[in-house]
């Protein structure tokens, strides 16, 4: 009998449906009757250059991404893109370059910007109130009408804080908007065309770490450098748009791998299914904070943002926010086949990840687990 899987609340990198890594498993030795290993084939090999083809139509499909939007697939994680965004689409560094920050994700993104010369102008940010999600109302908003773009993250990962579908309507038309939706990738649908970039690390809710997924409009590649700025080449999109992702050795296992978690989403419905069905795990988690608030307290106060993806928390005593109960609260988890409950390292709490492939009775479990945790008298 297969070994029961543990059920994985990681915030990534990677969970990763069962199906895909059988099938992983069953092609490692031999790919496509090559007599080869995928690992051992050359990036520039039919095969690959076929199944890079491939994830990137699939990708296409499943986003709806515009014929006048290039997908790249980059390397050197989300966190390069903080840099690749100034690199390309600055225009002059003196130039507004709006951030909203909303958690610490926005926050390292416009630290890197201001660290290559950009003139960084805060939109907004919800720091003083340690990123609970509390967003000020638009009247309040310092939006630049001549920025270079506006920046914001779909998704905090560490902080539980996912803005809300159609919060993009909500900024300036004719500006290009750059989001990083490394966390909720393809966990709802989105409007690509209200977008210049979008990107993120593949290793939440779509592969291994490794890969880079971003989607640029056209109009937007190699047109707005700033004087004075040479970009890295492997930061580059025009580079990368050229050579058609292959203009060094591109991460071929994590490619591969994500085209397999494209095919698998495909089959589940696409995006529209998965975004019932993660709406659905993230209302069961919810509805136990709720319904106990006297043992548990979620992190995020604001109205409508409460990440479906990563449901922050505190374990309560007397009231308060527990350590030593959020301990507790893990080891009694871990007992019964749940790992990696702990919130992030700078926060503290407790952080239940709930990506695409973890499927509904994973949340259920949980729920279960909470429940029964709520229950017990505190030690
Ligand atoms: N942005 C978000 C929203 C993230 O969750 C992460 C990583 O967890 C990053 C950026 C940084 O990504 P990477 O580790 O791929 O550089």
């Not at 038309?173 to 209200?194: E, I």
């Not at 025009?238 to 071929?252: H, V």
Request: hydrophobic letters at 45%; a neutral charge.
């Amino acid at each position: 009998a297969a070994p029961r899987r543990t059920l994985n609340f990681g915030a990534g990198p990677a969970v990763l449906p069962r199906t895909v890594l059988e099938r992983v498993q069953a092609e490692m030795l031999d790919y496509a009757g090559t007599g080869c290993s995928l690992l051992e084939l050359s990036h520039r090999s039919a095969e690959f250059m076929g199944l890079l083809a491939r994830a990137s139509a699939d990708l296409r499909a499943l986003m709806g991404v515009p014929a006048n939007y290039r997908i790249l697939f980059m390397q050197g994680g989300a966190t390069s893109q903080f840099s690749a965004v100034v690199y390309n689409l600055a225009v002059d560094l003196a130039a507004p370059h709006d951030y909203i920050v909303t958690g610490g994700w926005s926050e390292k993104a416009a630290q890197e910007a201001r660290r290559l010369g950009a003139n960084v102008n805060t939109v907004f940010s919800t720091k003083a109130t340690g990123h609970d999600g509390r967003i000020p109302p638009r009247s309040e908003w310092r939006l630049s009408a001549d920025a270079a773009y506006v920046y914001y993250c779909d998704n905090e990962t560490v902080h539980g804080v996912e803005m809300p579908g159609d919060f993009v309507e909500q900024l300036p038309a004719g500006v290009p908007v750059v989001c990083d939706m490394s966390s909720n990738f393809l966990s709802r649908p989105v409007d690509v065309s209200k977008y210049g970039v979008i990107y993120g690390g593949a290793q939440k809710n779509v592969g291994p770490a490794g890969v880079t997924l971003v989607i640029v409009r056209e109009d937007l590649i190699g047109t707005r450098t700033a004087p004075g700025l040479v970009v890295p080449v492997m930061l580059d999109y025009k580079t990368c748009a050229e050579n058609d992702s292959l203009y060094n050795t591109p991460p071929t296992f994590a490619i591969y791998v994500s085209g397999l978690v494209f095919e698998w989403l495909r089959a589940q419905g696409g995006v529209e299914a998965i975004s019932g069905v993660n709406a659905r795990k993230a209302r069961l988690v919810y509805d136990v904070i709720a319904g106990h608030a006297d043992t548990y307290r979620c992190t995020v106060a604001g109205d409508g943002v409460r990440s479906r993806m990563n449901v922050t928390f505190r374990v309560l005593a007397g009231g308060a926010p527990s350590a030593e109960r959020e301990r507790a609260f893990v080891a009694g988890a871990e007992q019964r086949g749940m790992i990696q409950l702990a919130g992030h390292r700078s926060v503290g709490g407790i952080r239940a990840s709930l990506y695409n492939a973890l499927d509904e009775a994973a949340a259920a479990a949980l729920a279960a687990y909470m429940r029964e945790f709520a229950a017990a008298p505190a030690r």
